[in-house]
């Protein structure tokens, strides 16, 4: 079946950098879109990163040039390498990918940015 799995997740302080992983199996990983969301506490849940099938890469404009969202299909991974972390980006982590209109999640990772 289809499993999405985060790590990397921890206390940073601002200014620090912190890399996530998703392990992906259950499917044909290069073929699939990924995505990174991050949900803060009180708050919706809110898109940060998606990467294509190609490659193609989108971030959300709060994490634009601090945040890298990359994928090596030979280890059907994603990561996302966070820089400059601030005190905003605390929250739970999730991955994602959606397969014939069903979305699949990870059970999320918590990053806490706080001196």
């Known amino acids: 079946q289809v499993r999405v799995v985060e790590s990397g997740g921890g206390l940073v302080q601002p200014g620090g950098s912190l890399t996530l992983s998703c392990a992906a199996s259950?499917?044909?990983?290069?073929?699939?879109?990924m995505s990174w969301h991050r949900q803060a506490l009180g708050k919706e849940r809110e898109l940060v990163a998606q990467?294509?099938?190609?490659?193609?890469?989108n971030y959300a404009g709060s994490v634009k040039s601090r945040f890298t969202i990359s994928r090596d299909n030979a280890k059907n991974t994603v990561y996302l390498q966070m820089n400059s972390l601030k005190p905003e980006d605390t929250a739970v982590y999730y991955c994602?990918?959606?397969?014939?209109?069903?979305?699949?999640w990870g059970q999320g990772t918590q990053v806490t940015v706080s001196s």
């Open positions: 994602k990918t959606k397969i014939n209109w069903s979305d699949y």
């Open positions: 990467i294509t099938a190609s490659s193609t890469t």
């Open positions: 259950g499917f044909t990983f290069s073929r699939y879109a």
